[in-house]
């Protein structure tokens, strides 16, 4: 969150944030801070000015199966939502619906960077009122 404080400050969003400080993860650090940079760039973007942005990592367990012990990250925002539409195409390489910014790989490669971990991501979004999207990351402790 600190490699956006200009961004935040910008948009005047409230950020809130919530980390088990006990929490270790192996895996490759690079991989996980482009995958988080790019959520958290993505949750900005959405965000209306005064908006607000939820970061919470916390101990879970795998939720495919239950059964493996891990992390789970989730990313909030109460922006402006995904139409289902989008929500079907977030993970297409080259979709974007920034058509002047967005190169459309962002959520493509952030889902294969977690992906590689041995991790998963997944999301729900939901426009008009409560609008917003919520981003879980589920990291596996050990990754072989």
């Known amino acids: 969150m600190t490699l956006y404080e200009r961004?935040?400050?910008?948009?005047r969003l409230e950020t809130e944030i919530e980390v088990d400080a006990e929490l270790k993860l192996h895996l490759k650090h690079g991989e996980l801070k482009q995958a988080l940079s790019n959520l958290i760039a993505n949750a900005i973007d959405a965000s209306s000015e005064g908006g607000k942005l939820w970061l919470r990592a916390r101990a879970n367990k795998n939720w495919t199966n239950g059964l493996e012990k891990g992390i789970r990250i989730t990313l909030a925002?109460?922006?402006?939502?995904?139409?289902?539409?989008?929500?079907?195409?977030?993970?297409?390489?080259f979709f974007t619906t920034k058509r002047d910014v967005?190169?459309?790989?962002?959520?493509?490669?952030?889902?294969?960077?977690?992906?590689?971990?041995g991790g998963y991501l997944r999301f729900r979004s939901k426009q008009g009122q409560g609008a917003g999207t919520v981003m879980s990351v589920f990291l596996p402790l050990t990754h072989t």
């Open 7 to 11: 961004k935040l400050r910008y948009k």
């Open 77 to 93: 925002d109460n922006g402006s939502g995904m139409s289902p539409d989008v929500q079907r195409q977030i993970f297409v390489p």
């Open 102 to 117: 967005g190169t459309g790989i962002g959520l493509w490669v952030t889902k294969k960077l977690i992906e590689q971990q």
